[in-house]
């Protein structure tokens, strides 16, 4: 049964770069069958896409964070990982990474989440 | 860019049939997935592929989807299905969330 789990820091400056690792569990992220992805939720607001990973060098990014986003693949440790650049407060929420069923598919499982909040 | 329009809250009595809806241009035409969210919880899936639900959910949760509209119904609702309720499609390789819809069981 696979699991994944966030880990980073959960405070981070305005016009820094977040970054985050998700460690996955019970999967291989080398895995052509899935697709490794970022999801975030503002605090009381709805989710919102950030990107993917396949093939451990294959990436999607939502359009609107495509200029400051990287996801990335470390085989040797089974974890994914996300960059954001050039952080502002309206970065601030909750960070999920999920396991995406091929290519137009569903997300699960989902990690639990990790709060980062960007301020000074 | 394509937009999913969900209603913010859906009430429903203990015991009865809830309906949430997923509004959106010819819809029926995507694969709609639904998601529960609890408070202080990540998201899990209740339906995939419009109609079909993963291992250990129950059958009480269901899902259709046509025309401009996708819909996810549960039956004999249970204090413990009071959630966030999301759906999510793919447009132009991007992913789409609707808002949410707060469900209530009273």
Same mark, same amino acid.
């Given at each position: 049964?696979?699991?994944?789990?966030?880990?980073?820091?959960?405070?981070?400056?305005?016009?820094?770069?977040?970054?985050?690792?998700?460690?996955?569990?019970? $999967?291989?992220?080398?895995?052509?069958?899935?697709?490794?992805?970022?999801?975030?939720?503002?605090? $009381?607001?709805?989710?919102?896409?950030?990107?993917?990973?396949?093939?451990?060098?294959?990436?999607?990014?939502?359009?609107?964070?495509?200029?400051?986003?990287?996801?990335?693949?470390?085989?040797?440790?089974?974890?994914?990982?996300?960059?954001?650049?050039?952080?502002?407060?309206?970065?601030?929420?909750?960070?999920?990474?999920?396991?995406?069923? $091929?290519?137009?598919?569903?997300?699960?499982?989902?990690?639990?989440?990790?709060?980062?909040?960007?301020?000074? | 860019?394509?937009?999913?329009?969900?209603?913010?809250?859906?009430?429903?009595?203990?015991?009865?049939?809830?309906?949430?809806?997923?509004? #959106?241009?010819?819809?029926?035409?995507?694969?709609?997935?639904?998601?529960?969210?609890?408070? #202080?919880?990540?998201?899990?899936?209740?339906?995939?592929?419009?109609?079909?639900?993963?291992?250990?959910?129950?059958?009480?949760?269901?899902?259709?989807?046509?025309?401009?509209?996708?819909?996810?119904?549960?039956?004999?609702?249970?204090?413990?299905?009071?959630?966030?309720?999301?759906?999510?499609?793919?447009?132009?390789?991007?992913?789409?969330?609707?808002? #949410?819809?707060?469900?209530?069981?009273?």
């Amino acid at each position: 049964q696979v699991q994944l789990q966030e880990s980073g820091p959960g405070l981070v400056k305005p016009s820094e770069t977040l970054s985050l690792t998700c460690t996955v569990s019970g $999967g291989s992220v080398s895995s052509g069958s899935y697709y490794w992805t970022w999801i975030r939720q503002p605090p $009381g607001k709805g989710l919102e896409w950030i990107g993917y990973i396949y093939y451990s060098v294959n990436t999607n990014y939502n359009p609107s964070l495509k200029s400051r986003v990287t996801i990335s693949v470390d085989s040797s440790k089974n974890q994914f990982s996300l960059k954001l650049s050039s952080v502002t407060a309206a970065d601030t929420a909750v960070y999920y990474c999920a396991r995406q069923m $091929g290519p137009l598919n569903w997300f699960d499982p989902w990690g639990q989440g990790t709060l980062v909040t960007v301020s000074s | 860019s394509y937009e999913l329009t969900q209603p913010l809250s859906v009430s429903v009595a203990l015991g009865q049939t809830a309906r949430i809806t997923c509004g #959106g241009n010819n819809i029926g035409s995507k694969n709609v997935h639904w998601y529960q969210q609890k408070p #202080g919880q990540a998201p899990v899936l209740v339906i995939f592929r419009d109609t079909n639900r993963p291992s250990g959910i129950p059958d009480r949760f269901s899902g259709s989807n046509s025309g401009n509209t996708a819909t996810l119904t549960i039956s004999r609702a249970q204090v413990g299905d009071e959630a966030d309720y999301y759906c999510q499609v793919w447009d132009s390789s991007n992913v789409v969330f609707g808002g #949410g819809t707060k469900l209530t069981v009273l």
